[in-house]
């Protein structure tokens, strides 16, 4: 019995003396764990004060080498829920929710995050003129999120206002597409543009790019 006792608390020890810093809930689990890099890893729970008459709150989720990745809940410092964020790469990422204090949804935002580790990436686009049809668009990547979707603005659980985004640029009603910028390229045809061969070529070999549709998951 003596002996299962040491091994129990041999691993215990190995185990946690991979992070630098962490702390044990009240349900016996490990949070807010770092590890010996200095990098913030798994379930993490936040606290931020009240400042300059700004209310506090506490936000839970998880983190992958210190970015925000998934799930995250806010709540007031009573416990109410206030929001449902989702995040890839530490950016906001697919939908997010807002919340009254009745619990009733006031906000749903769509948002499109971009990995911070790549000078481009590269998502589709629904071609308005076409519905139904997609182009593949690459993008010069400043390493954040962009409004990408549709936003919608609800009173007692109805819609009184939607919008649509398109890689950050609100789209006015039935008018034209906005332009997409001097540093985004779409490939609409077989006959590529010499940057977008170039692109390519450059980066022949590594993981496809994938279109997230705002699913959540714990992905590297």
């Known amino acids: 019995m003596r002996w299962i006792l040491l091994l129990a608390l041999l691993i215990s020890g190995s185990s946690y003396a991979q992070w630098k810093d962490y702390m044990i809930g009240v349900k016996g689990d490990t949070l807010n764990k770092v590890d010996l890099k200095g990098k913030k890893q798994g379930p993490w729970i936040n606290r931020y004060e009240s400042v300059r008459g700004e209310p506090g709150f506490e936000e839970e989720g998880e983190y992958y080498d210190d970015r925000k990745e998934g799930n995250w809940r806010k709540f007031n410092m009573t416990g109410d829920l206030l929001a449902i964020e989702n995040y890839h790469w530490g950016f906001l990422d697919g939908t997010s929710q807002y919340f009254n204090l009745a619990g009733n949804l006031i906000r749903e935002e769509s948002w499109r995050a971009f990995n911070p580790d790549k000078?481009?990436?590269?998502?589709?686009?629904?071609?308005?003129?076409?519905?139904?049809?997609?182009?593949?668009?690459?993008?010069?990547?400043?390493?954040?999120?962009?409004?990408?979707?549709?936003?919608?603005?609800?009173?007692?659980?109805?819609?009184?206002?939607?919008?649509?985004?398109?890689?950050?640029?609100?789209?006015?009603?039935?008018?034209?597409?906005?332009?997409?910028?001097?540093?985004?390229?779409?490939?609409?045809?077989?006959?590529?543009?010499?940057?977008?061969?170039?692109?390519?070529?450059?980066?022949?070999?590594?993981?496809?790019?994938?279109?997230?549709?705002?699913a959540v998951s714990y992905i590297p």
């Open 119 to 214: 000078a481009y990436d590269t998502l589709d686009v629904e071609d308005v003129m076409n519905p139904g049809n997609y182009n593949s668009v690459i993008v010069k990547n400043e390493g954040s999120s962009l409004r990408h979707g549709t936003w919608s603005y609800y009173n007692d659980g109805m819609a009184f206002k939607t919008e649509f985004y398109r890689l950050g640029k609100l789209e006015q009603g039935n008018a034209a597409p906005p332009t997409l910028g001097s540093d985004t390229l779409v490939v609409s045809s077989n006959r590529k543009p010499k940057e977008v061969l170039e692109f390519e070529k450059k980066n022949a070999g590594k993981k496809k790019v994938k279109v997230r549709d705002g």
